[in-house]
């Protein structure tokens, strides 16, 4: 108990003013800490989110391709079963067949890396917040007590 008597050698008052300031400082990093946790895991989360834009992206860029095969080999099975040769209009089709999808596939390629792009930008910006709620605790916490101190001593 003995500490606590130069926070009281000015009054109670000056003691009380001393330990709000100080109490209010932990409040407030504690308050940065808490937001700073909040906002990188809501980085996290973007990221995580970026990962599965690009999987989904590559599976459905895979079921374009899959796709695109069975057309082809139909056109191709369905030419050659009515006595028609894999040329000239019939080969022009198959062609713009394949060409069709292979465009498909490279849009949901495309479309997939534009989303975990902005996944990945929504993840840097998360963890820029955090370390913004931080040092805001932090200047918080440092006016909280210049404030207490000011009226410990006044």
Do not use: C, H
């Amino acid at each position: 108990m003995a500490f606590i008597a130069p926070l009281l050698g000015g009054g109670l008052s000056s003691g009380l003013g001393l330990l709000s300031g100080a109490l209010g400082a932990v409040g407030s990093i504690m308050s940065g800490a808490a937001a700073a946790q909040a906002a990188n895991t809501n980085a996290a989360i973007a990221e995580q989110t970026a990962k599965a834009s690009q999987d989904q992206a590559a599976f459905q860029a895979t079921q374009v391709d899959r796709q695109t095969r069975l057309k082809t080999a139909a056109a191709v099975a369905g030419s050659l079963e009515n006595g028609l040769e894999d040329t000239g209009s019939v080969k022009s089709l198959t062609d713009q067949v394949q060409d069709t999808g292979n465009l498909d596939k490279l849009v949901a390629v495309y479309d997939g890396s534009v989303r975990a792009t902005g996944y990945q930008n929504q993840a840097i910006l998360d963890r820029q917040e955090a370390s913004n709620d931080m040092m805001g605790g932090f200047l918080g916490a440092a006016t909280k007590m210049l404030g207490g101190f000011s009226r410990g001593y006044a």
